[in-house]
């Protein structure tokens, strides 16, 4: 076994950290959060300096590289103190790519790399289901070669400024019984779209909105991937997309860590340094496990994934355990730096709130247990058959 970063990643890491350094500064990131963005031409700067093409097809212009490589370059990102907006990015690229059309993709890249994001952002929770992908709504019905969306999607990621939805719809029977979902690419133009903001307490960042499709037609050729099995292709992605999330989380978790030691570091009271109290000795001692047991996690989910492993149990705890580990975390850390810390004169606050929301986007932790908590005990099953089984798990 080999924890060590390669050469390669090493060259990476520290190419993200200088690259962050010089244009995601505090005063840049503290802006975003305010301004509901990311300066557009940070984002810009990002895909041209190359960094927003890794984990592409080498067809397209991108790098090519493994899930533990991805995984580390999202934490590097997240870790200039942030809910950075590049990285989520990159996951409708990567739908994108898998699902679409050659002229679909080609469209799609063109886009990215002229505007610094994906041409779409997806929507797929609605009002009455978050969990429930079964309890959706939104129809889309055709006739004549047209296809007609009506419904509202909420919670929608970076929908208040995307030119375009991968709206997920049920074809022609908006019932409970039908489990046949398409996706299709809807311009946010498209007469019918209505887009409202939602105001969230964490990740202002990345704006969400509530989306209504009110009788909008888009022509057949807006179908992504294949009719009828769009939730299906989706769901092969949410493993990854569950360790994209945490590798995002464990960025913002690993800046506020290094801001509370820090202070710890340099506080004094009752005529010594903190540092010195075991009670706070405590906290960093519970923080770093936090972060260690979270990483290693993550990166053998990301390591079996690279090796062909079925990994839905792993990425579900994953979620499971590390959003609400790192949440108190960070609690930790606005803690240890008392009255300043919760003050917006610190980020740690922020970070605070960000980590919060990771317990619910992506799959709630409460569902993660659903998941996870029936796969655990088939593979035990299969265990108590042949030994050796439980070895791979």
Request: proline residues 5%; aromatic residues 8%.
């Amino acid at each position: 076994m080999d924890f060590s970063y390669s050469e390669q990643q090493l060259e990476i890491k520290r190419g993200i950290r200088d690259w962050c350094e010089k244009n995601l500064t505090e005063e840049v990131i503290a802006a975003g959060y305010k301004n509901r963005g990311i300066d557009p031409e940070v984002a810009k700067r990002w895909v041209k300096d190359g960094w927003g093409l890794y984990g592409l097809p080498e067809e397209f212009g991108g790098h090519p590289v493994d899930k533990q490589t991805m995984a580390m370059i999202i934490e590097q990102l997240n870790h200039a103190g942030g809910n950075i907006p590049m990285a989520p990015n990159l996951l409708i690229m990567f739908d994108m790519v898998e699902f679409g059309t050659p002229e679909q993709v080609q469209a799609a890249i063109d886009y990215y790399k002229e505007n610094g994001v994906p041409p779409y952002c997806l929507a797929i929770s609605e009002p009455g289901a978050g969990s429930d992908n079964q309890g959706m709504t939104t129809v889309a019905t055709h006739k004549d070669g047209m296809v007609t969306i009506n419904g509202t999607k909420t919670w929608v990621t970076s929908g208040e400024t995307s030119d375009g939805f991968i709206v997920v719809c049920k074809d022609e029977d908006p019932s409970r019984d039908n489990k046949e979902m398409s996706m299709y690419l809807v311009p946010a133009t498209t007469p019918g779209v209505t887009i409202e903001p939602l105001n969230k307490i964490g990740m202002q960042i990345m704006p969400f909105s509530k989306v209504i499709f009110d009788n909008v037609q888009v022509p057949e050729s807006a179908l992504l991937g294949i009719k009828g099995k769009g939730f299906l292709q989706l769901m092969k992605n949410f493993e990854w997309e569950r360790c994209v999330l945490l590798a995002e989380l464990l960025g913002e978790a690993q800046a506020a860590m290094e801001d509370a030691c820090a202070w710890v570091n340099e506080r004094q009271q009752f005529g010594k340094g903190i540092k010195t109290f075991q009670l706070v000795q405590e906290h960093i001692v519970e923080m770093q496990i936090a972060l260690t047991n979270t990483r290693n996690f993550l990166y053998r989910t990301c390591w079996k994934m690279d090796n062909g492993i079925p990994v839905n149990n792993d990425a579900a705890m994953l979620k499971r355990y590390g959003a609400p580990a790192l949440t108190d975390l960070c609690s930790k850390a606005l803690q240890l730096m008392g009255g300043l810390g919760y003050t917006d004169e610190t980020r740690v606050s922020r970070l605070m709130l960000d980590c919060r929301g990771f317990q619910i986007g992506g799959g709630t932790v409460e569902i993660m247990v659903h998941i996870s908590g029936r796969g655990i005990l088939k593979e035990y099953a299969k265990g108590a058959e042949d030994p050796d089984y439980l070895w791979t798990l």
